[in-house]
């Protein structure tokens, strides 16, 4: 099986369906200048590396975040749409 | 319930109406150039990370702050309107 | 009452009267490319933190200041104009 | 035989053919807005140096790595096209 | 006695009039490209801050300097004209 | 004999002639999007510092490297071509 | 006597004569795309300061230099042609 590993501070991201509300009522409005989307962490980077000490990642396998809605790189896995995008793309996690 | 967690040194707010004064008086006139918005603080984020050091928030869950105008980003939880800012977005904390 | 308490190495002023002399005699003359201004030290932010250190602030409540014509951003508190600069927009202080 | 050594954290790629899919499906759709790109790490440098530090590369010789589409300097080496890119600029490790 | 006190890196000074040789003979050719200026050190900040650490100024009160032609901020303090500038504007001293 | 000693962290060099082929075979494809070159390392500066420290230059005399077409100041000395670069430019080295 | 004392990591340099070659034949081709400029250090700051320490300076009094020729600001002290650069403006030293 093909598995991606990010590098650095790196976040491989499931994105939700655009329109998609989550149980609590979480949805992006049309009117926001700038529409950040939603999706499900795949997996995390080591993390970057400032002054020699790598600094934790704040997300784990399994989150459940938004990310600035330009942010990232698309690619496709076993048929399965991946973004990779940058831990500071991420605004922050949803807890249902 | 769905709760949303800001990371790095994000800030959940929940904004005010635009013209509402508080009780002491503190409106933004309509000549500002950069009309700053009031609003209060949902979430605080863990804070930034700078050379291994994670560097504490300078405001809390229920203050009342001003923020730059152009500032942010929205979503809507649960049918409310919130938007999510980084700290230095924020000019200062309002006590009534 | 409401008070404002800038965060960070921000600094709120009260602008003085545009053609106000010191009892000194300090006055910006018209022909100046960029014209500083002055204005009372309302209140200071505890100061910008630079590697996890809090960097004391240079001015305090009560001094009188010079700053760059085109910082800051207004608001209006208790019907004062107030205006928020950040510290390393101020030139310098003024004593009489 | 020649060799090519590369400096600081750079990295040579041979890049994969374009369409090529790994055998668990990894492929790159066209709609993607920056197509990132496939490839085998052929050598890396010692790694950056930051503050006296060397900073330990996160990708080794072999690894089948992504990389950003505008990123390098292409050479021929014996015949064999090679690609020279900064470890920044990769996105992360393929493994099947 | 109204007296202007600079902040952080910053230098008040006296211009010299513009083609006014020192006895030592020095004096700005027309010809120059960037055209830098004479004048006189009547005040300086306490220093900028770097990770905590003030750092000394490198000119004192009475000092006579050059400096970048386009640098600084213009005022009138008792009738005298006074320029506010950053210490790195400073090309160097002159000592007659 | 004049001889030219580099300064910080530059790199005096000897560029090869275009087209030439090393015994290995390596040469620059003329479809590269920017042609690197090659050249001889004639002499290295002491290193650059950074947080006073010296960072350890990675190339010595004699070595062949690759570096940015762009990259570098032409002289000539005793008759000879030399092109001074940054370290930073260099992309790595061919060993034969 | 007039002389100048540069400031911080800048450097006084005499230019010689543009078409000049040096007893070992260095000259700078016409062809070169930027053309660096010869010249002799008459005095030196006291060096940059980073993070409160005081980075030597790599040239001395004396020493013959090659530099970038948009490099620096002119002035004319006793009726001689100086010109004021940064010690990053130097390329490296000439020994004759």
Known sequence: MTTFKPLSDRVAIRPAAADEK???GLY???TA????KRGTVLAVGPG???N???IAMGVKEGDDVL???YAGTEISLAGEDILIVRES????????
Chains 1, 2, 3, 4, 5, 6, 7 share one sequence.
């Open 48 to 50: 970057r590396v400032e």
């Open 33 to 36: 200048k700038e529409k950040p």
């Open 52 to 54: 020699g000490q790598t």
């Open 89 to 96: 793309d991420l605004l922050g996690r949803i807890d249902d």
């Open 28 to 30: 992006i409005p049309d």
């Open 67 to 69: 990310y600035g809605s």
């Open 22 to 24: 989550t149980k609590g």
